[in-house]
């Protein structure tokens, strides 16, 4: 029985949960992995942005001024274009998550003015959060798994901003077997 009993821990302790914050954090927030976060990245842009190169960040940011909140990401990068990404894995559901998003991206855009005089022409680079979540929206298609979220007109459809993006991914709304697995995404 007892040797039985250490095969269990054994086996238990050679996997890493990755949508825990440690278990995302080993396996993709360190310099030996970023292959992987970088395979990762260009899996969810699509095409539509890719990413040769990065570099890891502080992800802890202080708040503005003496009494504001400070921000901790799960994980911060910087793409090679100067594109910082944040990416958030999030198991538990939370009531405000968009908003707590929003203020994420909202803290590093607003970091990037030049501070103390003028000449500064509001040139702003981009800024991405990733949201991997271990829960649904309330409010989203039940078969829509991945969000590609972007600032646009509401009437033409047309992008207004490409410096500003989000992309959730709602995990137990994906359900597809192994057989089934098409793109590079639905491999990851």
Not at 99 to 110: A, K, M, N, Q, W
Not at 173 to 178: G, L, S, V, W
Request: glycine residues 6%; proline residues 3%.
């Amino acid at each position: 029985m007892k040797k039985l009993q250490e095969m269990d821990t054994l086996y238990l302790g050679r996997y890493i949960d990755p949508i825990t914050d440690f278990g995302f954090k080993r396996l993709f927030g360190s310099e030996p992995n970023k292959d992987l976060l970088i395979d990762f990245l260009n899996a969810i842009f699509d095409g539509h942005k890719h990413i040769v190169d990065l570099t890891y960040n502080n992800n802890e940011h202080p708040g503005a001024v003496k009494n504001s909140r400070e921000v901790i990401f799960d994980l911060l990068c910087t793409g090679d274009k100067g594109e910082q990404i944040i990416i958030e894995v999030q198991k538990v559901k939370q009531q405000y998550f968009r908003d707590r998003c929003v203020f994420y991206t909202s803290s590093l855009i607003c970091d990037q003015a030049i501070k103390g005089g003028p000449g500064w022409d509001y040139r702003l680079n981009e800024v991405w959060l990733i949201g991997i979540m271990d829960f649904c929206f309330d409010d989203s298609n039940a078969d829509h798994y991945l969000h590609d979220i972007c600032i646009a007109d509401i009437e033409t459809r047309e992008q207004f901003y490409d410096k500003l993006g989000y992309v959730f991914i709602e995990l137990p709304k994906f359900r597809k077997q192994e057989s089934e697995l098409e793109s590079v995404m639905d491999k990851w």
